[in-house]
Structures are given as structure tokens and as C-alpha cells.
């Protein structure tokens, strides 16, 4: 529990809202384990990874996971959280498609699986969103986005 505190604190004092302390003993390895901690101001921006394979374990908070179609039109939209809130705290993604969390509570902390070894330039970002380089046009993008998935989750 005490770490779980320390990593939400870290992330808040983070000007990014993030914070990430990876598990795994190094990047070479074949399997990348990482508890992350994202505040509801965090912008995550949609990605997909070329190798494919991701796990997403949810340990405290909620968010909206969403999946893309190459083009940006949401493909799938769904809650997930810890345990304790009754949406789904734990997915794993085998294909690789565009996806993105939107933080719904104050923290989020989860921990992801990935395959390794670890290469930026395999992290694929869309022209169809935001870097997150201009607060204006992410919020836009944002708000336009939730009101989409409003209407997908209702």
C-alpha cells in the first residue's frame, strides 16, 4: 500500500501527471512489466505498439479505455478500474490498434505487460490527434471525444 501511495505522489508532483517505475530488470528483456500512476489531468495520448501485446491491470482508479480504428473512428469504448468499482480491471489487447485512457478519477494506477525488448520508434502515434503540445487543442479534442464515447456507453 505504502508504494502504491508513493508512486500517486510522485505523479502528482510531476508537472506531466505521470509517473512509471518499471519491474522488469532492463530494457533487452522479453517481457516489460511497469506500474504506472496517470492524475485525471494526464493527456494519454492514442497509440498502437508495431509488436504486439499489451496487458493493463487496474490497482486503483477509473478511466475510459478506447480502442481506434486506424482512421480514428472509436471502435470500442469501455470502463475500466480497480476491482472495487465493478468495471473491467484487467484487459489485455493482442492486435495492434490505436488506443488511449482517459482518466477518470483523481489517480490512476495501473500495471502494464508489454513485450520486449523496449524500442521507441515502435510506439506508433496517429495525425489524428493531438500531441498534447497545446492545452487548448487537447482539451478540444478531449471533450469532443468523451461526448462520443458518452454516447457509446449509454
Known amino acids: 500500500k505504502s508504494f502504491v501511495e508513493r508512486i500517486s505522489n510522485l505523479a502528482k508532483e510531476n508537472s506531466s501527471g505521470k509517473y512509471r517505475t518499471c519491474i522488469h530488470a532492463s530494457n533487452n528483456d ?3 512489466e511497469m506500474l504506472i500512476a496517470h492524475t485525471s489531468n494526464t493527456y494519454v495520448r492514442p497509440h498502437k505498439h ?3 501485446g499489451e496487458s493493463l491491470q487496474f490497482i486503483e482508479g477509473e478511466a475510459v479505455a478506447i480502442i481506434f480504428e486506424d482512421n480514428g473512428t472509436i471502435e470500442k469504448a469501455f470502463k475500466v478500474g480497480c476491482y472495487d468499482t ?3 480491471f ?3 489487447m493482442s492486435s495492434v490498434k490505436y488506443h488511449m485512457l482517459i482518466i477518470q478519477s483523481d489517480i ?3 500495471k502494464e505487460t508489454v513485450r520486449g525488448p523496449f524500442i521507441r520508434d515502435d510506439t506508433i502515434f496517429p495525425d489524428w490527434a ?3 503540445d497545446d492545452p487548448n487543442e487537447t482539451n478540444m479534442y478531449l471533450s469532443e471525444l468523451m461526448e462520443e464515447v458518452n454516447n457509446i456507453l449509454t
Do not use: K, T
Request: aromatic share 16%.
Open 30 to 32: 522479453n517481457v516489460h
Open 50 to 52: 508495431r509488436v504486439n
Open 108 to 110: 490512476l494506477i495501473f
Open 90 to 92: 484487467y484487459y489485455s
Open 86 to 88: 465493478n468495471n473491467s
Open 130 to 132: 493531438p500531441n498534447g
